[in-house]
């Protein structure tokens, strides 16, 4: 799911440091925005509009946190719009509900492990493309 | 390109597989939900009742029990209802009001009995607590404006007699929201239509209470705190055209004055 290449260039010091930040936002957004699925994806879009000028290494990981979150986005909003009309429509909790919540809940803590686990590799240095993401990413972040 | 566009099907399908497997659950059974809830909406229902009970004069006559009994019954079999789950409460007041309380207490005042002109406008007025009570209403607005936390503090007998005082007053005197309001009584329409009892008549009691309500509205409750009468008693009108009914009588003839005159 998680593939250790090597980027073509060797980032610089400073570079690390924004390309892991880049992961270390959506974690931040994640703990502040947690009912908010919106928030999260804020905060990613933010950080990678203040660095899509900035050098490949960092535009490139600035692009696979933001298409995480993007997916993720989906997923979160449904849930959360269906929340809300349990709480003040007629709608009642379903076995439906809570399967999806569940499984809605699977898919963020997967993204949360390989948030976390990439932001600590690029932050090393080492470049983390993640399976899908990754190949989506090489095909719009160009050098 | 191809390999990124199989990728993401095979994210989608992995999304939808996962969410299949866990459907497959009865997470309601698993997590006891439905016996919480039942539970909770039990304690609560008895509880009110009582306190409700404990300062009014609730009627006890057999002949009157009977009557209602027969409404209750005709529209409940005719609509699957299980009518065992229904504790009918007739109580005296001069207040034109009917409403369901938790764990389907259905409390009818003997005013708003009187004000009824045939069985028809009565069925009417239950078929729309009992839409209340089958769409789970009454536990959503409590929950809705009083809180989760606060319903289970009293339950546990942790909350002050003001504050069950002040539920039972919201439970009581005001409506639903105007969509929930709306929801009862189509429903309420439905359930006629299929017990063959004419909605037009429940209609004709919204407009007539309505007419009142300009005048001398001090003791119609019912219509007081159910917005637009003449709007509801419209769009009653609306639906039940759709739908040719061959109204039969639920009572015999005289039942009907006869309950009347019970209650006086």
Redesign the interface.
């Known amino acids: 799911m998680i593939a250790l290449n090597k980027f073509f260039v060797e980032p610089t010091e400073h570079e690390i440091e924004k390309a892991s930040n880049s992961y270390l936002m959506s974690l931040i957004a994640l703990m502040a925005g947690l009912p908010f699925p919106i928030i999260n994806l804020l905060a990613t879009l933010i950080f990678y509009l203040g660095n899509r000028k900035g050098t490949y290494f960092v535009r490139w990981h600035c692009t696979q946190a933001l298409l995480s979150q993007l997916?993720l986005l989906f997923?979160n909003s449904y849930g959360f719009w269906w929340t809300i009309s349990i709480?003040?429509?007629?709608e009642?909790?379903?076995?439906?509900y809570?399967?999806?919540m569940?499984?809605a809940f699977?898919?963020n803590v997967f993204e949360m492990i390989a948030t976390i686990y990439t932001a600590i590799h690029t932050r090393k240095g080492k470049h983390i493309e993640w399976?899908?993401y990754g190949?989506?990413t090489n095909?719009i972040c160009k050098p | 390109?191809k390999?990124?566009f199989l990728?993401?099907s095979?994210?989608v399908i992995l999304?939808f597989s996962?969410?299949g497997v866990?459907?497959q659950?009865?997470?309601?059974q698993l997590?006891r939900?439905e016996k919480i809830t039942t539970s909770t909406e039990k304690k609560l229902g008895d509880l009110f009742w009582d306190l409700y009970h404990s300062s009014k004069d609730e009627i006890k006559n057999d002949s009157v029990h009977r009557i209602m009994d027969s409404l209750l019954t005709h529209i409940c079999s005719s609509n699957q209802i299980d009518k065992k789950s229904i504790k009918l409460h007739i109580v005296k007041s001069a207040e034109v009001n009917a409403f369901a309380l938790p764990n389907q207490h259905l409390v009818i005042n003997t005013a708003l009995i009187d004000s009824c002109k045939n069985e028809s406008e009565l069925c009417g007025v239950i078929g729309h607590e009992m839409a209340h009570m089958q769409?789970?209403?009454v536990m959503?607005k409590l929950?809705?404006e009083i809180g989760l936390s606060l319903l289970i503090s009293i339950t546990t007998g942790n909350a002050g007699a003001e504050k069950i005082n002040e539920v039972i007053k919201l439970l009581t005197s005001s409506a639903y929201d105007r969509?929930?309001e709306k929801?009862a009584d189509i429903t309420a329409v439905d359930y006629l239509e299929k017990s063959t009892i004419n909605p037009a008549n429940f209609a004709n009691f919204l407009a007539r209470l309505g007419q009142k309500e300009t005048t001398s509205s001090q003791y119609l409750s019912w219509i007081n705190t159910h917005p637009d009468s003449k709007e509801r008693a419209k769009y009653i009108l609306e639906h039940c055209n759709k739908m040719a009914v061959k109204a039969k009588p639920v009572l015999a003839d005289s039942s009907f004055s006869q309950l009347k005159k019970l209650l006086q």
């Open positions: 997916s997923v709480i003040f429509t007629t009642k909790i379903s076995n439906h809570i399967a999806y569940l499984t699977v898919f399976w899908c190949n989506i095909a | 390109m390999n990124i990728q993401i095979l994210l999304f996962v969410l866990l459907n659950v009865d997470w309601l997590f939900v769409h789970d209403h959503k929950i809705k969509k929930l929801q």
